[in-house]
């Protein structure tokens, strides 16, 4: 996956310097020297980081600090409130060291509200009670910038010590941070351990809601992790067979044109949640090969998804080492319709994930249906147990909003059983003319069928199985002897209340064939 950032997420790892009202100067044969100190080397942990650059040969105009991905600092201090004012606080304190201007100058240094356009956010160089200047720090592809510029003539060094850092959690053999004195450029290794041994455990869940009329649906995915836990690099998640690309509405989106289909939230512990708030999900590509992008426009990142109709999942790789503690989809669809189906039947959704230390994690949870049509029910009751002459009622009625039903299969418990001899057909032929014609009626003695009229009547696996001519909302079964028959066994036993209550099973399959299998306890009689 590709980081295109344009504005700016977290940060505030920087090397301050006076920017006082004093003429820039000249650049020289300047030679820059970079020393970093670290009370820590754990990642994701928060140790004080030290940045020590000297200038030699002359003062350079400008100053890029370029830090490498994953050293982060948190924009949350104060609760966020540093972003807002221009002004330095002692609140937003990030860091203090000295300016060498002649003699060595003490400063803080405050985050502050972005300097301009672009920006992350600024870092205020404050001596005592004088805010000597503001530098501006960036976001880039690969990492955060801190840019000094128009340094004033005579400074030889820039030494500060950072805190409220958090290390990365991918521990690269080569982690530098790069200094640049105009065009001369020198690095320092950062030092980055124990990324593989760091907790990891996402999880994720999943919800539908479907519309009230046809089978579109919207589709919620979340993303929850611990703040300690490394962050992820790679992300799978796989969706069921019963939740599917709608493509009368997303092929529009697949022909050139990119469409918004959602929305994005993340939290993040070193984020203000306003910076996170404002994400959205598009879909572009081709038909073939459809692509999904989160942005966060806020913060000018985008992380693209390639899509997989092979498996039904989504593929976001190369994910930035940031920390979020949760990371939510909600994904409706292009243009007022509904990006996916849902046939409502239970699912799972599966996330596979990859850390920025190599560790790998998965996490399946059965997705939450709302808006579904009900289950279809059944009730019903006996008679006639304790005297040896059975009777059963059953009245099955599709769910509110479900389709109605069309075929109904039923178990009896044990001491109960269909007889196939209850079953008769007879063959009546008639001539005329040289024509034969013959019907075949079929008589099941003891079944009486109310509210629908049977297609055909079978003994299957101990089951009565009736498919229905026309679907019907509700129907009611009637089944005694000789067509229900009782052992001599369960006779007593419910004579003497041994036998109090008895559990029947009824698969019912409605007219678009999802089947249900309901479970009726009835009270023995």
């Given at each position: 996956m590709s980081f295109r950032p344009r504005r700016a997420l977290v940060g505030l790892v920087a090397a301050a310097a006076a920017l006082v009202a004093l003429p820039a100067a000249a650049s020289a044969a300047i030679t820059p020297t970079l020393k970093l100190?670290?009370?820590g080397t754990t990642a994701g942990t928060n140790p004080t980081v030290g940045f020590d650059a000297t200038f030699a040969g002359g003062t350079p105009s400008n100053v890029t600090l370029a830090l490498p991905p994953g050293l982060l600092a948190n924009e949350n201090i104060n609760g966020g409130a540093c972003l807002v004012s221009k002004t330095p606080s002692s609140a937003c304190q990030v860091g203090n060291g000295t300016v060498t201007l002649g003699t060595g100058v003490p400063v803080t240094i405050d985050l502050v509200a972005p300097p301009k356009a672009g920006d992350v956010g600024g870092l205020a160089v404050v001596s005592g009670t004088n805010a000597l200047g503001t530098a501006d720090v960036t976001l880039t592809a690969t990492g955060l910038n801190v840019v000094l510029s128009g340094l004033p003539t005579g400074i030889t060094e820039i030494n500060t010590s950072l805190t409220n850092l958090r290390l990365p959690t991918s521990c690269p053999t080569s982690a530098n941070v790069t200094l640049t004195a105009d065009s001369v450029s020198t690095t320092a290794p950062l030092t980055v351990t124990g990324c593989s041994s760091l907790p990891y455990n996402p999880t994720v869940t999943a919800s539908v809601t479907k519309d009230a009329t046809g089978n579109g649906g919207a589709v919620t995915l979340a993303i929850t992790q611990a703040a300690n836990e490394s962050a992820n690099k790679n992300i799978v998640l796989t969706l069921?067979?019963?939740?599917?690309?709608?493509?009368?509405?997303?092929?529009?989106?697949?022909?050139?044109k990119v469409c918004t289909i959602g929305t994005a939230t993340a939290t993040s512990p070193l984020v203000p949640n306003i910076a996170l708030s404002n994400g959205v999900v598009t879909l572009s590509g081709t038909a073939t090969a459809p692509t999904i992008a989160i942005t966060f426009p806020?913060?000018?990142?985008?992380?693209p998804g390639t899509v997989s109709l092979t498996t039904n999942s989504v593929t976001f790789a190369n994910v930035p080492d940031v920390p979020l503690t949760s990371l939510t989809l909600n994904v409706t669809g292009p243009n007022g319709q509904k990006a996916f189906t849902t046939d409502c039947a239970p699912a799972n959704v599966v996330g596979n994930f990859t850390a920025q230390g190599g560790q790998t994690h998965s996490s399946t949870?059965?997705?939450?249906?709302a808006g579904c049509a009900a289950k279809p029910s059944a009730t019903g009751s006996t008679s006639g147990l304790a005297g040896g002459h059975p009777k059963l009622k059953f009245t099955v009625t599709h769910g509110k909003g479900g389709p109605n039903v069309a075929t109904l299969a039923i178990g009896l418990p044990g001491g109960l059983r269909?007889?196939?001899?209850?079953?008769?057909s007879h063959k009546t032929c008639t001539t005329k003319g040289k024509k034969k014609k013959c019907i075949t009626t079929t008589l099941i003695k003891g079944l009486g069928i109310s509210g629908a009229k049977a297609a055909s009547v079978a003994i299957r696996g101990g089951k009565l199985v009736i498919a229905l001519k026309n679907a019907a909302g509700r129907v009611t079964i009637t089944a005694a002897g000789p067509l229900v028959s009782e052992t001599k066994g369960l006779q007593t036993k419910v004579k003497k209340h041994r036998v109090t209550s008895l559990n029947f099973s009824i698969?019912?399959?409605?007219?678009?064939k999802v089947a249900t299998?309901?479970?009726?306890?009835?009270?023995?009689?």
């Amino acid at each position: 996956m590709s980081f295109r950032p344009r504005r700016a997420l977290v940060g505030l790892v920087a090397a301050a310097a006076a920017l006082v009202a004093l003429p820039a100067a000249a650049s020289a044969a300047i030679t820059p020297t970079l020393k970093l100190s670290q009370s820590g080397t754990t990642a994701g942990t928060n140790p004080t980081v030290g940045f020590d650059a000297t200038f030699a040969g002359g003062t350079p105009s400008n100053v890029t600090l370029a830090l490498p991905p994953g050293l982060l600092a948190n924009e949350n201090i104060n609760g966020g409130a540093c972003l807002v004012s221009k002004t330095p606080s002692s609140a937003c304190q990030v860091g203090n060291g000295t300016v060498t201007l002649g003699t060595g100058v003490p400063v803080t240094i405050d985050l502050v509200a972005p300097p301009k356009a672009g920006d992350v956010g600024g870092l205020a160089v404050v001596s005592g009670t004088n805010a000597l200047g503001t530098a501006d720090v960036t976001l880039t592809a690969t990492g955060l910038n801190v840019v000094l510029s128009g340094l004033p003539t005579g400074i030889t060094e820039i030494n500060t010590s950072l805190t409220n850092l958090r290390l990365p959690t991918s521990c690269p053999t080569s982690a530098n941070v790069t200094l640049t004195a105009d065009s001369v450029s020198t690095t320092a290794p950062l030092t980055v351990t124990g990324c593989s041994s760091l907790p990891y455990n996402p999880t994720v869940t999943a919800s539908v809601t479907k519309d009230a009329t046809g089978n579109g649906g919207a589709v919620t995915l979340a993303i929850t992790q611990a703040a300690n836990e490394s962050a992820n690099k790679n992300i799978v998640l796989t969706l069921p067979k019963g939740l599917a690309p709608n493509g009368a509405a997303d092929i529009p989106c697949l022909s050139g044109k990119v469409c918004t289909i959602g929305t994005a939230t993340a939290t993040s512990p070193l984020v203000p949640n306003i910076a996170l708030s404002n994400g959205v999900v598009t879909l572009s590509g081709t038909a073939t090969a459809p692509t999904i992008a989160i942005t966060f426009p806020t913060l000018g990142i985008t992380i693209p998804g390639t899509v997989s109709l092979t498996t039904n999942s989504v593929t976001f790789a190369n994910v930035p080492d940031v920390p979020l503690t949760s990371l939510t989809l909600n994904v409706t669809g292009p243009n007022g319709q509904k990006a996916f189906t849902t046939d409502c039947a239970p699912a799972n959704v599966v996330g596979n994930f990859t850390a920025q230390g190599g560790q790998t994690h998965s996490s399946t949870a059965p997705i939450k249906f709302a808006g579904c049509a009900a289950k279809p029910s059944a009730t019903g009751s006996t008679s006639g147990l304790a005297g040896g002459h059975p009777k059963l009622k059953f009245t099955v009625t599709h769910g509110k909003g479900g389709p109605n039903v069309a075929t109904l299969a039923i178990g009896l418990p044990g001491g109960l059983r269909f007889s196939r001899a209850a079953i008769v057909s007879h063959k009546t032929c008639t001539t005329k003319g040289k024509k034969k014609k013959c019907i075949t009626t079929t008589l099941i003695k003891g079944l009486g069928i109310s509210g629908a009229k049977a297609a055909s009547v079978a003994i299957r696996g101990g089951k009565l199985v009736i498919a229905l001519k026309n679907a019907a909302g509700r129907v009611t079964i009637t089944a005694a002897g000789p067509l229900v028959s009782e052992t001599k066994g369960l006779q007593t036993k419910v004579k003497k209340h041994r036998v109090t209550s008895l559990n029947f099973s009824i698969k019912i399959t409605d007219a678009k064939k999802v089947a249900t299998t309901v479970s009726v306890k009835l009270r023995a009689h």
